[in-house]
């Protein structure tokens, strides 16, 4: 499948011999099925089957890692069809992402894209301006195509798992739809109750109302609202889910005595917070989280550390998730003491961390998941999603981590055409690693070969107990 | 130019067909002219044209970089020329930076000190105890040429144009003398107006008196305050300059109600400040200073995260500047909120920031600058403009910023002999990261050369309106 | 001696001509004596020179780099023979580190732990779980030998000189042995008096007790007890101590005036602390304690940022040192100041500083040490004391402090058939960072030749005045 934009040494060592074995590991692992346990695709793709409109919004609009790159040089969020006075003609939109495709030189977008017109369109020049207009066709020839809709995709890409990320709130019509169906894939949704746990959230009385109609519990008491987020992990595990993740600020966590809880929660509930209280109500609910992952299995992520909607006026105009999402320090093990100390040595649990402040591999989070039995450490998440992401955090966490107290890959993303690309620049990067620990000797040659498909594929299924 | 201390195919990767790629990428970036748009240099070298008067005075007692290392291993101050009791033989002083040359090895000062003898005074030996006098001499024979001038080593250098940075109460006498001269090297001060904006400096009130004169405003009003601003940035203007700078201790911003803004800077006029008040002065005027931008048009600098004159007695005893500037933690995303929302999304802003504090590469500053529009990355600055420190810079930066986003190269200095040496770094650097993304297929062979050129000589131009 | 399971190239470059110059500079360096200034080997050992007692006991149980990455992994601390409930037979020890060595693929853990087998024991397979009793046979059967004594591998291992840690509190018994023994090794012990400075330590108030009973000083006053600690120094330094440890949580240092100081002591003494005291005291000791220094030429070491026994029920069931220490963020700059300002430009001063951060590295340490000259840089330590960790140090550090500023290697163990190892990992992967600045022409090739020596040996013995 490779055309004349994607070398198929891409991403492997400059040494020879060193690249010799790279190429190997990766043809090891270049076709295994891909599990995606973590990632934004949305559910009604997977419950409706719809073809996708345009090659815009395929690739441009709803991608806040391409819209980034060209606000922060000056081109509008109208040009690239966000906001009330916003380009409608999608031919428009795609011209405006060709004339401003240099911007990506060097990027992560680029390889993904690039990989993505390849594979699934055949495409074989490199986006630009003069060649916008063909490339607009071979994609908008396509897409209509059914073996273009997002189910056909899923079997093409070989995926043998995709997890949505799900409000506690949805109701998860678009998986039982897909369930339903006669479509053999399996997608299963992933409880995110950020919305009822975050008094910053807007809307967060309303969303408590809304949670006791969804779990038919009464939020009016502390134990009242526990039981609704029970009862909704228990409908999120009977139509698939394995897992539970966490957006917040910060990694903090508390393990309050329960008065001191109860109080808590009735001063959130009716919005009469004192300094720290949604701080601090987050906190708890993480340690509340990780108990019942005791009881109920799910396994619990928390992504820490992303300062959201850095620009008040875009946030205003144009909405969340528009690239202002700025990382800020963060540090775990003051932090995550709470909990850990709560239920952090009970074989049952699994926490997943994930940081945007890679300070913190070395420092921190190699030495926690090197030695407490319930946490993991996830792959390089967002900015560090990335070739040279991807090889500091080896480079960083695994000696002192172990690759076992890892949890292979995950795509992360809501660009569903990205997603082979984002595994293969994964198994690329790795198969580099692993050879280079071949050639300094730190790794026997067949251990490599064995760690390279943990790292692919069963890493993955372990730990998210898919 | 090279000489038997300066190999060729200094700085390149090592991988053989890499350092094939690089040496054909500086080769294209070799000889192309310098732009200097942030540095020390001393205006009078320019308005004036004087001799150099010794290979002490032009290597070692004003370097700070140089004389920082020789005091670390017990070396006085007075023997390198500082303080009352100095040694005043320039010889000496000579022999004494030769006797502990060896401390340089692997440092980037020893491979701009090389570099300078070889390029201008012809050195071919290694400086070192035993060779001190003969390249003493050879360097001495040659200062009094005409040709070793700063005006004419400006020319030898193939300057494009260079930057100064001047106090905001400065005459400017000495640019408007390299201006009135038949010399055609182009000169242009910059705006800094930290000794009137940062009430922790010694003697603010005499500064603003001086304000008051030097623009004929009355500084007794924050409104009048401001305008001397006004006035004073004009007159830079008016000189060349295009870019104003601003050396904080943190990158920390506001942007307060007038009330508030008028009540300040009332107490810091007159002395009579509160806890904080210095640092909320200084954040406030950032955001000033970023609004006058979007009149007269000057480029904005912040360079942030120094902690000055750690050593109380050897501030006290041998002045600033001596090699005692710190760096410490620093964050921007909170600090910079308050300007960036005032102002980021106004398409005349530029601010371009540096930092000393590389674990904001990744984490923060690339991702504000891919997504701000006014935001550019300055090179790495001070202790980390080095081999290791830009290819730091290139990995961790790159892939989130995107190259666009960048400026360049700063030389940065007060030391005029290692300004060639100093872009010669960074180029060879440059060319050496170019040629592994072409080697992992990460960009295009003809794309790394165009954008060799954009990182030796058109983003400064272009970032810096110059 | 290098046996299967150890290629003689290990931890070299990659690139076929820098591999060849790292392994002429490890040639150079391969055989020179082992200079280990800072560690935990127990002193009985060289006192009593007992044989070891199993398998177990000298690899599994005290080594809490082991036992940390199995209970990561869900194994018991009982099944590694800790707590009440213990394994108590060695070889189901034995086989149970065996059955989990895989954990340790790509961990330093696993290079030592190979080396030592293949270097002591002659063990030629890789531990795993069908060769777990043939290993422990080898070991088994040799361990009654004589020259697996500790003297005897002291000798076998060519150490110079070896430094242990003890407690200001210990009475030197075993180093007096050591020294009264006919056997010709040189063990110093390290004034450490961390039990005695820190308010925290459990039992502190009897510390204090003992501390006037060892010391001969009424420490009921803050002079007195000042006066114990230069007693106990003066013990260590009859017994060939050189150095003093500190390990602290944080490198905070203060300067107080006498009374504020007295008073302070006071409240510790008696145990009616304010917060911060505990805190301040330890700041305000290492301030004494350099002071200290001055009079009697101890070389004072620091070791910063761990938070210990980060599982509270671990330390409760299981003892403290169970790999529950997790490094935290530091910063040096403000913390050092009031240190540094007092005694800092005093030559009789030197300071080692160790760091869990690496963010200090280049951000901090290295321009402290860069121009103060107490300040001297100590190795990458604990979770950095690892191939990728040693690298990242070289290229943090190097180019702003100065190779010159730095000490050589520290093995810092308790466990002894690793020292060689951790040396020759030291030495190795120096040699492949020196390589690599021949091969970019940032060293000459002598120059690396000399300085490979220092880093392996001389730099140790001058730092620490050995």
Redesign the interface.
């Known amino acids: 499948m490779d055309a004349g934009i994607l070398?198929p040494?891409?991403?492997?060592?400059?040494?020879?011999?060193?690249r010799t074995l790279a190429r190997d590991l990766y043809k090891s692992v270049e076709t295994l099925p891909i599990v995606s346990p973590h990632g934004h695709t949305d559910p009604r793709w997977w419950g409706e089957n719809p073809a996708f409109s345009d090659p815009a919004a395929l690739f441009v609009t709803p991608d806040h890692y391409v819209t980034?790159?060209m606000?922060?040089?000056?081109v509008s969020f109208e040009a690239l069809g966000i906001g009330a006075d916003r380009e409608k003609d999608p031919r428009k939109i795609w011209q405006t992402f060709a004339d401003h495709y240099?911007?990506?030189?060097?990027?992560?977008s680029r390889?993904w894209v690039d990989d993505a017109l390849a594979r699934l369109f055949g495409v074989t020049q490199?986006l630009g301006p003069d060649t916008a207009n063909d490339i607009y066709d071979a994609i908008a020839e396509r897409l209509p195509n059914p073996d273009n809709s997002p189910r056909a995709l899923y079997d093409r890409f070989g995926i043998e798992v995709i997890a949505t990320t799900d409000s506690a709130l949805d109701d998860l019509a678009w998986h039982a739809a897909a369930r339903d169906s006669d479509w053999t894939g399996r997608v299963v949704p992933t409880y995110r109750p950020d919305a009822v746990i975050d008094p910053d959230t807007p809307n967060f009385a309303q969303n408590l109302e809304r949670l006791t109609e969804v779990s038919g519990c009464d939020t009016s008491t502390y134990a009242g609202y526990l039981d609704a987020h029970r009862a909704r992990r228990a409908a999120f595990i009977a139509m698939g889910a394995t897992a539970t993740d966490h957006g917040h600020p910060t990694p903090l966590t508390a393990d309050l005595p329960q008065s001191d809880a109860n109080a808590l929660y009735n001063r959130v509930r009716i919005g009469k917070m004192v300094a720290g209280d949604a701080e601090l109500f987050r906190a708890q609910m993480l340690t509340e989280m990780a108990r019942m992952s005791l009881d109920d299995g799910l396994v619990m992520q928390l992504h820490a550390g992303s300062?959201r909607n850095?620009?008040?006026?875009?946030r205003q105009d144009y909405g969340p998730d528009r690239?202002?999402?700025?990382?800020?320090?963060v540090?775990f093990?003051?932090a995550l003491?709470p909990l850990?100390?709560a239920v952090?040595?009970d074989?049952r649990l699994t926490l997943i961390l994930f940081t945007?402040?890679?300070?913190t591999y070395?420092?921190?989070l190699?030495?926690?998941?090197?030695?407490?039995?319930c946490?993991r450490l996830g792959p390089p998440w967002w900015?560090?999603d990335?070739?040279?992401?991807m090889r500091?955090f080896r480079?960083?966490a695994?000696?002192?981590a172990?690759?076992?107290?890892t949890v292979g890959f995950n795509d992360d993303t809501r660009a569903l055409c990205s997603i082979p690309a984002r595994h293969d620049v994964a198994r690329r990067v790795d198969s580099g690693w692993l050879a280079?620990?071949i050639?300094?000797?730190?790794?026997?040659e067949n251990?490599a070969f064995d760690?390279a498909k943990l790292l692919a594929h069963d890493l993955a299924i372990k730990a998210y107990r898919l």
């Open positions: 070398h040494d891409r991403l492997f060592p400059a040494d020879p011999a060193t980034r790159m606000i922060s040089q000056g240099y911007l990506f030189a060097g990027t992560p390889i490199r300062m850095h620009a008040a006026q875009v690239g202002f999402d700025i990382p800020i320090p540090s093990p003051v003491q850990l100390n952090g040595m074989p945007l402040d890679e300070t070395a420092r921190e190699a030495p926690l998941a090197g030695v407490w039995p946490l900015f560090h990335s070739f040279e992401g500091r480079e960083t695994m000696e002192t172990g690759i076992y107290n280079e620990m050639v300094t000797h730190r790794l026997d251990e760690i």
